[in-house]
Structures are given as structure tokens and as C-alpha cells.
């Protein structure tokens, strides 16, 4: 069974940075596409940005210039680097992988 942990969330002023990571277990993470979603209070959970195991890259037009999802196959983990953060981006943030695999998520909170 794939565990995904997510971690580096926090609290942050609009304009800040937050790097989000999701560390999984297995001996195949170099195989695995993985995905960052994230919900906001009162709203559904929504596709944020993923990696495949060739590394191609794809993110929500809303992110796009400001996010940078990224893998380390060596470490199994990949990473989210959030720059310009808004406070719209405030959401708990989730990892999953292509087998449907979730983590606990990380809260990002961006402040005003």
C-alpha cells in the first residue's frame, strides 16, 4: 500500500512563498505521476498542478507562472514551490498519485 505525507504548509502574507512537499513510499516512485490538489473551505477539491514519471509537467491556468511542481525520484518525493501566493490559493493541500493513492494534506493559509 502507497503512503503519501504531505508537509511544508503554513500561514504566509499575500505576495510570500510556501515549498510544499509529498513523500511516498514504495520502491516504484520513479513510475509514479503525481498530482497536487488542493480544497478551499466550501469548495470542491480542484486539480492544482502535476509531474509524470517522464516529467512532463501540467497546471491549472490560475497557477500557472507562480507554481512549480518538481520530483526528486532519489528521495521519492516531489515538491511544490509556490511563489506570489494570494490569498484565493488558501486551501488544504493534497497529493495523489496515478493508483488513486492520497495523503493527509498540508493547510496553506495566505493572509491579506
Known amino acids: 500500500q502507497v503512503q503519501l505525507v504531505e508537509s511544508g504548509g503554513g500561514s504566509v502574507q499575500a505576495g510570500g512563498s510556501l515549498r510544499l512537499s509529498c513523500a511516498a513510499s514504495?520502491?516504484?516512485?520513479?513510475?509514479?505521476?503525481i498530482s497536487w490538489y488542493r480544497q478551499a473551505p466550501g469548495k470542491e477539491r480542484e486539480f492544482v498542478a502535476s509531474?509524470?514519471?517522464?516529467?512532463?509537467?501540467y497546471y491549472v491556468d490560475s497557477v500557472k507562472g507562480r507554481f512549480t511542481i518538481s520530483r526528486d525520484n532519489a528521495k521519492n518525493t516531489v515538491c511544490l514551490q509556490m511563489n506570489s501566493l494570494k490569498p484565493e490559493d488558501t486551501a488544504i493541500y493534497y497529493c495523489?498519485?496515478?493508483?488513486?493513492?492520497w495523503g493527509q494534506g498540508t493547510q496553506v493559509t495566505v493572509s491579506s
Open positions: 514504495g520502491r516504484s516512485f520513479s513510475t509514479y505521476d
Open positions: 509531474i509524470s514519471w517522464s516529467g512532463s509537467t
Open positions: 495523489m498519485n496515478h493508483q488513486g493513492a
